[in-house]
Structures are given as structure tokens and as C-alpha cells.
């Protein structure tokens, strides 16, 4: 994995950040130790894994699409909180193609120097990438039927 690496405004403070959308499975030891350094004291992790139910069904798999900028939206989002919360260090990693139950399917580390403020950044890349990612996902059922979800 590469990093991105921007600078928050005016600092001169190289904040880095590595931010991905990948078809391979998500190195968690890799985004652990791109956010933990002898500065950042506290690293919060976050898995999003593929669970086996979604409101009462069964779910077998999951098929995520990515937009073709997906990847930059999600370094620019890494890297916009990242200049908001200097000193900090920010993994992020969204899977695309089909995933099975149990997969994780997204995944963030953060490194800060305290623990409030990684679970913080943490919250919030989550949060917002949810939210804005143009990465669109296709549930498939039991009964074999599906459905997209976040989906315009």
C-alpha cells in the first residue's frame, strides 16, 4: 500500500494518509501500522465486516461497485480530516467486487497521540465515507433474490 500525503494548511506538517479501494482483502496489520508511529500514542481500529442478516434476512454475499473516482474521493475525505486534526494519521480501505459473510468489507486506523481524539477522527471518517462513498452495494439473499442499497 502507498500513501497519499498532504499537508495540513500552513503547518508544513506532513500528515499522511493512505486511502484505498481495493479488490484484495484488506491488510489490517498494514493500516494498523501505517497509523502508529512513536508520536501517536492511542490507534483506534475500525472493520466493517459482512454480516450474515440485514433487517430479519439472510444475507450470502455482498457485491460492492465502485465509481471510477472512487479512490481519489475517499483521499481527498481522508485528507480533509486529516488537515482538520493535525498529528494525525489516517489508514482507510474500502473493498469493491463480490465479498462472502465474514469479509471485511471496509476498514480505518487512526493514530493519534490521545485516545478521545482517535476514536474521534476514527467516528468521523467512518462516518462521512458511509455517507458520501460513490460505492454502491448489491445484497444477495438466501431465497436468492438481492437488492442495492445506497444505490441513487
Known amino acids: 500500500m502507498r500513501p497519499v500525503t498532504t499537508f495540513a494548511s500552513g503547518s508544513g506538517v506532513a500528515q ?21 508511529t512513536p508520536h501517536h500514542g492511542a490507534v483506534v481500529v475500525f472493520e466493517g465486516i459482512v454480516r450474515d442478516h440485514d433487517h430479519g434476512r439472510a444475507v450470502t454475499e455482498l457485491e460492492y461497485q465502485a465509481h471510477p473516482d472512487a479512490a481519489a474521493f475517499l483521499a481527498r475525505t481522508c485528507a480533509d480530516i486529516a488537515a482538520e486534526h493535525p498529528e494525525t494519521r489516517i489508514a482507510a480501505v474500502h473493498r469493491h467486487g463480490v465479498l462472502a459473510v465474514g469479509d471485511v468489507a471496509f476498514a480505518v486506523a487512526v493514530g493519534t497521540a490521545h485516545r478521545g481524539p482517535a ?3 476514527c467516528a468521523l471518517v467512518v462516518d462521512r465515507v458511509k455517507a458520501e462513498l460513490p460505492i454502491w452495494k448489491k445484497q444477495t439473499f438466501d431465497d436468492g433474490t438481492h437488492e ?3 444505490f441513487a
Not at 16 to 36: C, W
Request: no cysteine; charged share 15%.
Open 16 to 36: 499522511p494518509v493512505l486511502a484505498l479501494v481495493s479488490a484484495t482483502a484488506i491488510d489490517l496489520d498494514a493500516l494498523r501500522a501505517h497509523a502508529t
Open 119 to 121: 476514536f474521534e477522527v
Open 148 to 150: 442495492w442499497v445506497n
